[in-house]
């Protein structure tokens, strides 16, 4: 497959500014594999696919407020900081993009808050953007990471072209998240809300938690026309025993077994074992999705609708089959779907 078989023109008014009102009345196109059919729901219809003893694989990655505003020491320049990973804690060393990049060289000072509580000095170049940045601060290391959470802002992706805002703290989050870690929300999850998965469980439906700590590089511009020379950034994930136990046993029994969202789909295609099980598993994955790809574990799924040429678009047209899914996505401009982070979704069975 080749880059340019991604490409089609989304209409800029179709990319998602801000949320649903209410998360679960979202809109949700079902694809049906088997039927070839398209049917065109509300997200809270998704229970009506679903049966006890199903189970649905969610990431539980907590997004942190990764997007930080500094001054340059002398010129005052205002700098754009976005925290990446943790290098170092005891020596809080952090890898960050800076912007603009040309501006900030090693040995530079930025200071951060209106009282410059927060100072940060450049010690490496790592990419044309990237820098590694050592925090000066006086405190515990408790402290300093309230002084980050105090000062970082929500990061939300550049396609959704507005300042912050104080609903988006609670909107681009998962109702679900609970670890720490994620500079960008998995964006399927944000469709579910609290009473939605409370009937789903209500029904029978069991929820396997795992995490996929999302990381700038699932946005990554695709660069090469040749899919298989394009690669992935490495992302943390963490495969828990009991919800390994949990699918593998939904498995075994044919139930449906749904991946919330692309990253869910990229952690169970990490671990897979010879008998085409899931494993448990901690550590980090850069696996590629695009088509052809023989899927092992998940037999449905649920996406939002992708930029062109997006690994993420790559990844839905792998599991609902190429023609499919571009023939759903023209559909969905003729319709009126809602398109990227905080847009409408997909369910492909």
Request: aromatic fraction near 10%; include cysteine; proline fraction near 3%.
């Amino acid at each position: 497959m080749k880059l340019s078989h991604f490409e089609f023109e989304l209409p800029e008014e179709l990319l998602a500014i801000y949320p649903a009102e209410h998360r679960d009345e979202s809109r949700l196109m079902v694809l049906n594999k088997a039927e070839g059919t398209i049917e065109h729901k509300q997200f809270k219809d998704i229970i009506n696919y679903f049966e006890e003893g199903d189970v649905m694989m969610l990431n539980n990655t907590k997004v942190f407020p990764a997007r930080m505003f500094g001054n340059k020491e002398k010129t005052g320049a205002r700098i754009e900081v976005f925290l990446l990973r943790e290098l170092n804690a005891e020596n809080r060393l952090w890898d960050v993009l800076v912007d603009p990049a040309r501006k900030i060289r090693i040995g530079n000072k930025l200071f951060f808050g209106e009282d410059d509580s927060l100072v940060a000095e450049v010690i490496d170049n790592t990419t044309s953007r990237g820098r590694t940045l050592r925090f000066l601060f006086d405190g515990s290391y408790e402290e300093f990471r309230a002084k980050l959470l105090e000062l970082g802002q929500t990061p939300l992706p550049k396609a959704i072209a507005r300042e912050v805002e104080a609903s988006d703290k609670e909107r681009y989050q998962t109702i679900f998240a609970e670890d720490e870690g994620a500079v960008a929300a998995p964006s399927a999850g944000l469709h579910f809300s609290k009473h939605l998965l409370k009937r789903l469980e209500i029904k029978g439906v069991d929820f396997a938690k795992m995490t996929l700590h999302v990381g700038l590089g699932t946005f990554s511009a695709v660069e090469v026309e040749d899919l298989s020379k394009h690669k992935m950034d490495s992302e943390q994930i963490v495969i828990p025993e009991a919800s390994a136990t949990m699918i593998n046993k939904a498995k075994k029994e044919k139930r449906r077994i749904c991946a919330v969202g692309t990253t869910v789909m990229r952690t169970v295609e990490s671990s897979v074992s010879s008998k085409q099980e899931l494993k448990e598993f901690e550590g980090w994955t850069n696996k590629f999705i695009f088509p052809p790809h023989e899927f092992n574990i998940a037999n449905a799924m649920i996406t939002n609708f992708h930029t062109p040429k997006s690994t993420l678009l790559m990844q839905a047209a792998a599991f609902g089959g190429y023609d499919f899914v571009m023939d759903a996505y023209k559909v969905a401009i003729k319709e009126g779907y809602r398109f990227s982070t905080y847009g409408d979704a997909m369910l492909i069975i």
